[in-house]
């Protein structure tokens, strides 16, 4: 008989991870990040509630449907989610596009179609730019940009200020949502190895209701635009993610454990 083997010690074994977001994204790290040894805490520190001007958005969707808009933009999955719920139509002749792989991803699973997705820069900033290549002539564009109550006018400003007439509406707010206290109090103690930061609007919960994070918890963002929200809201940054994905931000943790050994 062989001698047996003793099983590999997967990398992030012992390590005790705040996941910050609830819902399916929450719960799908929540898994890679057990399946990589760690111990995730899913404790969501915001949650989405309707517009406070319904008229508006509704408004904004029927004239969508009816074919007044060249492009719908769509900034995050939460909008697609707020689409679906209206049973928004977007008809043939207007394109849709959406700031990254994982809002076109929502977009394709809630059965729109998606025309442009940022090769590379996965934000506001990165779409404004990505658009040029469809201003053809000089012509004025129709653009509808549905966005959450706090979201910086990076895009429609941009757009407005190439010659575009554009119409940005709220499609949701951003609220923040109470802490478990047990979570505090492991976040105060240092139990936590590792805080994942999605969002400007996560980072600012994370500072108020978590704030100030021990020395010894990482503080990892998904991408440099969190990360410099994060920092405005005086909330430490440690690791960036090198793509603004779940798994480039899982990633990041792997390759700290690797290094420490």
């Known amino acids: 008989m062989g001698t047996p083997t003793s099983p590999i010690p997967k990398p992030l074994a012992g390590w005790r991870v705040l996941v910050p977001r609830g819902g399916p994204w929450g719960h799908g790290v929540a ?5 990589m040894g760690a111990t995730p805490l899913v404790a969501p520190l915001i949650n989405f509630a309707p517009t406070e001007d319904p008229s508006a958005l509704e408004s904004a969707l029927e004239r969508l449907a009816a074919g007044n808009f060249d492009w719908l933009t769509v900034t995050s999955a939460t909008t697609v989610d707020v689409l679906s719920a209206h049973q928004a139509l977007v008809p043939a002749g207007t394109r849709i596009a959406a700031v990254g792989e ?20 996965n934000s506001a900033k ?5 658009m040029k290549q469809f201003e053809e002539g000089g012509a004025s564009l129709r653009i509808l940009t549905l966005r959450s109550e706090i979201a910086k006018p990076v895009l429609s400003e941009g757009l407005a ?4 007439s554009v119409e ?6 951003t609220i923040g949502v109470p802490v478990d206290p047990n979570i505090r109090e492991e976040v105060e103690a ?11 609007s996560v980072a600012e919960q ?7 994070i021990p020395e010894t918890t990482i503080v990892a963002c998904i991408g440099p635009v969190t990360a410099q929200d994060a920092r405005s809201y005086g909330l430490r940054v440690d690791l960036i993610a090198a793509d603004r994905s779940a798994e480039s931000l899982i990633q990041t943790l792997v390759d700290v454990a690797v290094a420490r050994g």
């Open 31 to 35: 898994s890679d990040l057990r399946g």
């Open 168 to 173: 940005s509406v709220v499609a949701y707010r």
């Open 161 to 164: 200020q190439r010659g575009h």
């Open 102 to 121: 994982t809002t076109a991803a929502a977009l394709t699973s809630a059965g729109y179609r998606v025309d442009l997705v940022p090769l590379e820069d």
């Open 190 to 200: 240092g139990l936590i190895r590792a805080i994942l930061v999605t969002s400007g």
């Open 126 to 130: 990165g779409l404004l730019s990505e």
């Open 206 to 212: 994370v500072q108020l209701q978590l704030g100030p």
